[in-house]
């Protein structure tokens, strides 16, 4: 029996089941089922014709729809289709008592004759009369039923009548039975179902197998929202499917042949269209991070606030929405909630994040929130619209998430704006999308971007930043070209003009040929014209002398101050400051270079394509190298390019570190800010450090993770072979660190670099020389380095060359040599330099029999190196004392080491103890390492046993 399906509906058969027998003694009366769309009010109208057939009753039934009155002329088209079964039958009409003239409906004909028909019909056998979705009736067909429902107490018929009762958005008609007597009518209102009786539903259909999981059917209850049509259609699209269930799917496109959202959408059909938009409004709500509120849905529907409110309760209790832990109504499941949007009109979704992003502005929402809408809607077309996408934009870029910044510049493109405004976005955009999507990408922004008409400003500011974009790529003569084009446009312009130069003869710097070219007429013009130049491009030229070997620190620092002391435009400041950062970098002026990096950095954007961006950060880097920071040029990359320093990365992870195992790689395209066309001053920087660290093994991998073949001409990649060229020294290869470091001079000498300022390669390959025995080379390495380093005349120049050149001379006169540099040093507390130098002297000293000495410089190298965190200064300089006779004291650990050790052996990871000591990760390694090879240990659990038997620094002094 049909009846047997249906759930929680006992109540109301056993309702209709007595009814029915009431009419068959002749008693006839309206019984009205109510109930939400789907809650089963069809399948129950259905079981309880199935009961009256069953005792004999004649059953007339019909359903009615919004088309019927439509395509029909007929005066009452319901009741006409519901008697026209019996139309044709004879029956004597005068065994039905006529109705008094008073209670002849208004059209007396039609509504008599039809009333006749029935009471004639009836008087052969009970009738029950069905009537489903009478709220879809027309009105004259409904005034009929009232009407009968008033008289059927007289006669053997049951006018069984469903009507849906749902609580909408638009305030609904008036009810049936409105009008009458609760004496003539009997109502029941159809509940959802319960929890258990949805899982009992489910259960029917899935059965009992254990891979139906109580979760599985718990997702199928909360998408059916206790709902008898949902339910029964989910269940139809999940056992269309094969195999054993997955987690229920979180959207309608997992499912076939698509029963559930056709159900989903007849559902919202049947409630209004007012209803349906208001369902689907609170759905795309539901995507914002906080969810729904009641203020910014009733103000996005536009509808009465009350009737929003009520509406939300009603769908609450009837379980299609459900509180979630901050109290905020949600759909009960993702399920529902993407069925209630299947279906629905792009222009219509569109315009529904309008409305949100217009409510969302009124009331003061973050602009972020606003634009999250406005991504989802077609263009405004206002300029509110921009602000907010713009702003947006900017948030973006300053937490650094810049790929959400290329999507909301993109959309903000689609509203109005200024020209002036749009070159910016283009240049911004395009800028952003170079660097974080791809090296090709941003060029025709950046191109578009020029051909905007508008002020000159923003034509100079896109051919900078694609000028830089093409350098970056390995167009550098492309670049300058560009740029250079420009001159005959900016002649009025005096100052733009200026910034076109300098950012001419920067970009030059990738392009040996074009360099020289550049420079030359830089010397030209600042030889007959130097205001022509302005301060950026005469600060320039500053630049240039230092490198060449032509001027002193201290000249070229008094030339900088009085360059900086002019007023530069907005747009020419960048480079005159980076320029300055540089000089005062190499006069070892390193507070004074920090402050205009700062400075530089502070006033530029970083998503804009500048190649004083670049500049000013490997500024920063070279600071760090300087002062011998390590920890900061070996944390994230990213950290530091931002000068967030050290203290809060796991560090750079090249393999797997010595003191805790974990999986690392390197994809060799390099850590800076370039598009993977060769090395960069960033890795450059971490290979130097890795050596100073103790970490070779990685500095080799890192090094040899570059084709050298195919990266561009630049001084970055000039660098690199420097820096490849200490780690091979290093390893023990001192003829393949003589080649990079000689490559690297012959490419530096051709750029006319000849000072040390930049790299000190013949220091470098004079004692590569030394070490393959070739004396004679080595010195004239090395009196070349001092004489250049001279005229620079910094202690760290000096010094260093001083420490290589004694080297290189032996005997007492190279011992007085060292003790120079020593003395320049350390008066400079010089600390990187000062360390080789010492234990340079510590060598010499002992191969002169002076063992005392030899072991005191040694043992200050030692202990300078450990606070440094230089452990390969320290491994020499212990290897030395050793050498000397010095008491072993490799197994002595510092206070550091120990509490790090002790940290480990207790099981601590290392990312647990940095942040209980507030640290670098990376420190954290470098100290386990060291304290690993001083106890001659390999694994982290030996750590327990050998840390007893081993001093400390302070119980070994």
């Not at 249906?6 to 089922?33: F, I, K």
């Not at 499917?241 to 987690?247: D, I, L, Q, R």
């Not at 796991?650 to 090395?679: H, L, M, Q, V, Y």
Request: proline share 5%.
């Amino acid at each position: 029996m049909l009846s047997a399906s249906l759930y929680e509906r006992g109540e109301a058969l056993a309702l209709v089941a007595a009814e029915a027998e009431r009419a068959r003694a002749g008693t006839g009366r309206l019984v009205l089922l109510r109930g939400a769309t789907g809650t089963g009010r069809s399948a129950l109208l259905e079981a309880a014709t199935e009961q009256a057939e069953a005792h004999g009753m004649r059953v007339l039934r019909v359903r009615c729809s919004p088309q019927r009155g439509v395509v029909t002329d007929a005066h009452l088209p319901v009741i006409e289709q519901l008697l026209s079964p019996v139309r044709k039958l004879t029956v004597p009409a005068q065994r039905c008592p006529p109705p008094d003239a008073n209670d002849v409906p208004a059209d007396v004909q039609p509504a008599a004759r039809l009333w006749r028909l029935l009471c004639a019909y009836a008087a052969e056998a009970p009738v029950l009369v069905t009537v489903d979705d009478v709220h879809l009736a027309d009105e004259n067909s409904r005034c009929w039923l009232i009407e009968a429902a008033r008289r059927v107490d007289r006669l053997p018929i049951l006018l069984l009548v469903t009507e849906r009762s749902q609580y909408d958005v638009e305030p609904p008609s008036a009810g049936l039975v409105h009008t009458l007597s609760p004496t003539l009518v009997r109502t029941h209102t159809l509940a959802p179902l319960s929890l258990g009786a949805a899982t009992a539903l489910v259960r029917s259909a899935v059965g009992d197998a254990p891979e139906y999981s109580q979760r599985w059917v718990a997702d199928c209850v909360r998408a059916g929202a206790g709902n008898p049509l949902l339910l029964r259609a989910l269940l139809e699209d999940l056992n269309a499917t094969t195999g054993a269930p997955a987690a229920l799917p979180q959207t309608c496109a997992a499912l076939y042949p698509g029963a559930y959202p056709a159900a989903v959408s007849w559902w919202l059909d049947c409630a209004g269209a007012s209803t349906a938009e208001a369902a689907r409004v609170f759905a795309v709500l539901e995507e914002l991070p906080q969810g729904p509120d009641v203020e910014l849905f009733t103000e996005t529907t536009g509808a009465d606030p009350c009737r929003v409110g009520g509406w939300l309760t009603a769908m609450t209790r009837l379980g299609l929405l459900r509180d979630d832990a901050d109290g905020r109504p949600r759909y009960a499941h993702p399920l529902l909630r993407d069925a209630v949007l299947t279906g629905w009109p792009a222009a219509d979704r569109q315009a529904a994040h309008r409305a949100a992003a217009e409510a969302m502005l009124r009331r003061g929402d973050p602009t972020e929130t606003v634009a999250g809408q406005l991504l989802r809607s077609g263009p405004v077309d206002e300029v509110w619209a921009t602000d907010a996408l713009l702003d947006a934009a900017t948030g973006a870029v300053r937490d650094d998430r810049r790929d959400d910044a290329v999507v909301l510049l993109r959309r903000a493109l689609a509203e109005p704006m200024s020209a002036g405004r749009r070159a910016e976005v283009l240049t911004e955009l395009g800028s952003l999308e170079f660097a974080a999507v791809r090296s090709s990408a941003g060029i025709p922004r950046l191109t578009e971007a020029m051909r905007v008409q508008g002020l000159p400003q923003y034509r100079v500011q896109a051919a900078v930043a694609l000028g830089t974009a093409l350098a970056r790529r390995g167009e550098a003569r492309a670049a300058v070209t560009l740029l250079r084009n420009l001159d005959g446009q900016l002649t009025d312009h005096p100052d733009l003009l200026h910034t076109v130069q300098t950012a001419s003869a920067l970009l030059s710097d990738h392009d040996q040929t074009i360099r020289e070219e550049i420079y030359r007429w830089l010397r030209d013009t600042a030889e007959h014209s130097p205001q022509a130049l302005g301060p950026a491009g005469r600060a320039l030229l500053v630049r240039y002398e230092a490198t060449a070997g032509l001027t002193s620190a201290d000249a070229a620092m008094k030339q900088v101050r009085a360059l900086l002391a002019e007023p530069a435009g907005p747009l020419a400041e960048p480079f005159l400051l980076g320029t300055a950062a540089a000089v005062a970098q190499w006069a070892d002026e390193l507070d004074e270079a920090e402050r205009l990096t700062d400075r530089g950095l502070t006033g530029q954007r970083p998503t804009l394509l500048h190649p004083m961006h670049e500049a000013l950060l490997n500024v920063r880097a070279d600071i760090a190298a300087a002062r011998g920071d390590y920890g900061q040029l070996l944390s994230d990359p990213e950290s530091w390019r931002k000068g967030e320093g050290a203290g809060g990365g796991d560090g750079f992870r090249w393999e797997e570190s010595p003191a805790e195992p974990a999986p690392g790689t390197n994809t060799g395209t390099g850590t800076g800010t370039g598009t993977g066309t060769g090395p960069t001053n960033a890795d450059a920087h971490i290979l130097l450090a890795l050596v100073e660290t103790g970490r070779l093994d990685e500095a080799g991998r890192l090094a040899d993770a570059f084709d050298l073949r195919e990266a561009h001409d630049s001084w970055e990649l000039n660098r690199f072979l420097y820096a490849r060229g200490v780690v091979r020294a290093a390893s023990g290869d001192p003829a393949g660190a003589l080649g990079d470091f000689l490559e690297c001079g012959r490419r530096q000498s051709a750029r006319d670099v000849l000072s040390p300022v930049v790299t000190p390669w013949r220091a470098a390959a004079a004692q590569c020389q030394l070490d393959l025995g070739h004396p004679r080379e080595a010195l004239a390495l090395a009196e070349e380095e001092l004489r250049l380093a001279r005229v620079w005349n910094t202690p760290r120049l000096v010094g260093r060359s001083l420490r290589v050149l004694g080297t290189a001379t032996g005997s007492r006169h190279g011992l007085d040599l060292t003790d120079e540099a020593v003395r320049v040093l350390r008066e400079a507390s010089v600390e990187t330099e000062l360390i080789p130098a010492l234990i340079a002297r510590g060598h010499q000293l002992l191969a002169s029999g002076e063992r005392t000495r030899a072991r005191k410089s040694l043992r200050e190298a030692t202990e300078r190196a450990e606070r440094l965190g230089a452990v390969r200064l320290r491994t020499t300089a212990e290897e030395a004392l050793r050498e000397g006779g010095a008491r072993r004291t490799a197994t002595t650990l510092t206070a550091s080491e120990r509490r790090i050790a002790q940290l480990a052996a207790g099981g601590r990871t290392n990312t647990e103890i940095a942040e209980l000591l507030h640290v670098a990760r990376r420190t954290v390694e470098t100290h386990l390492t060291s304290a690993y090879r001083k106890l001659g240990i390999r694994r982290r659990g030996e750590l327990t046993g050998v840390l007893g038997r081993v001093p400390d620094s302070r119980s070994s002094g």
